[in-house]
T-cell receptor
Framework: LAKTTQPISMDSYEGQEVNITCSHN???????ITWYQQFPSQGPRFIIQ???TKVTNEVASLFIPADRKSSTLSLPRVSLSDTAVYYC????????????FGQGTELSVKP | GAVVSQHPSRVICKSGTSVKIECRSLDFQATTMFWYRQFPKQSLMLMAT?????????EQGVEKDKFLINHASLTLSTLTVTSAHPEDSSFYICSARDPGLAGGETQYFGPGTRLLVL
């Protein structure tokens, strides 16, 4: 499984756009990139998943460059409730679904 | 998305007792479920992969006799912490894949179970 590297923490203010970048230099051809959000004392919540280029849903956008060695989670206009830990994971499809979590990025949104 | 539940949400037990935690997929069938443990201010650590109808696969360093896993049906996996000790106190989280969904490798996580061993 490809190893991921993210910033340990980030600070932002309400209303700003937040971009969290994850490095995964050893990503394999059949690996997908998935981001999860976790609040204290809760299980992780799926945010978005992608393979290449750009994916957008009602919560976030995921940008993946052509070489796929990194990805950027973009959260538009964050609010205080977006304060959480964000995890970037890389794993192959159709091979058991095992996920190995890195340390994640602790996002703090201030008023 | 798919819903995964856990029961109980928190449990306090005495040292030496066993504790069972249930993980259920509520609106889909999961042939594979996963169990994680998370200590304060740390990331999730995968403990084992629970396979319906077969033995669980444990990660390196996880004692299979200490953490018993039973995947009794396509919607239920249980984790039993046997002879619990204070160092087993942690946040236990399960997850399940819904292969029927588009993007079927997405894992959905339960809300977690807080275990405190006195």
């Amino acid at each position: 499984l490809a190893k991921t590297t993210q910033p340990i923490s980030m600070d932002s203010y309400e209303g700003q756009e937040v971009n969290i970048t994850c490095s995964h230099n050893n990503i394999a051809t059949n690996d997908y990139i998935t981001w999860y959000q976790q609040f204290p004392s809760q299980g992780p919540r799926f945010i978005i998943q992608g393979y290449k280029t750009k994916v957008t849903n009602e919560v976030a956008s995921l940008f993946i460059p052509a070489d796929r060695k990194s990805s950027t989670l973009s959260l538009p206009r964050v609010s205080l409730s977006d304060t959480a830990v964000y995890y970037c994971l890389v794993a192959p499809r159709n091979q058991g679904g095992k996920l190995i979590f890195g340390q994640g990025t602790e996002l703090s949104v201030k008023p | 998305g798919a819903v995964v539940s856990q029961h109980p949400s928190r449990v306090i037990c005495k040292s030496g007792t066993s504790v069972k935690i249930e993980c259920r997929s509520l609106d889909f069938q999961a042939t594979t479920m996963f169990w994680y443990r998370q200590f304060p201010k740390q990331s999730l650590m995968l403990m084992a992969t629970s396979n319906e109808g077969s033995k669980a696969t444990y990660e390196q360093g996880v004692e299979k006799d200490k953490f018993l896993i039973n995947h009794a049906s396509l919607t239920l996996s249980t984790l039993t912490v046997t002879s619990a000790h204070p160092e087993d106190s942690s946040f236990y989280i399960c997850s399940a894949r819904d292969p029927g969904l588009a993007g079927g490798e997405t894992q959905y996580f339960g809300p977690g179970t807080r275990l405190l061993v006195l």
